[in-house]
């Protein structure tokens, strides 16, 4: 059984920074893509970031490019996000996903329990 464990999560100021982990655990885990997404409460779940694991080719929401940064670790088979110059908008909870898209959230099977995110003075 495939398992996906976000971690990094926590309680930063705006214009901080802060760096997500997420760690694919069992049998071997082939999708070919993985990304991030959010869900800030009374919202839908929102694409964020993905990465295609062969290539490394890199896709970002329009209200995360330049700050968020997507990259991965294919010896630990870890996906992370670095985040900075973080908003109170980018409060959520995130979620890591594995699946064959890349921006919506039906094209990934295999998700995370998710990890709060919390922007605020």
């Known amino acids: 059984q495939v398992q996906l464990v976000e971690s990094g999560g926590g309680l930063v100021q705006p214009g901080g920074s802060l760096r997500l982990s997420c760690a694919a655990s069992?049998?071997?885990?082939?999708?070919?893509?993985r990304g991030w997404f959010r869900q800030a409460p009374g919202k839908e779940r929102e694409f964020v970031a993905a990465v295609v694991w062969n290539s490394g080719r890199t896709y970002y929401a329009d209200s995360v490019k330049g700050r968020f940064f997507i990259t991965r670790d294919n010896a630990k088979n870890t996906m992370y996000l670095q985040m900075n110059s973080l908003k109170p908008e980018d409060t959520a909870v995130y979620y890591c996903?594995?699946?064959?898209?890349?921006?919506?959230?039906?094209?990934?099977?295999?998700w995370g329990q998710g990890t709060q995110v919390t922007v605020s003075s």
């Open positions: 996903a594995g699946g064959a898209g890349v921006s919506s959230p039906r094209e990934y099977d295999y």
């Open positions: 069992g049998r071997t885990f082939s999708r070919a893509a």
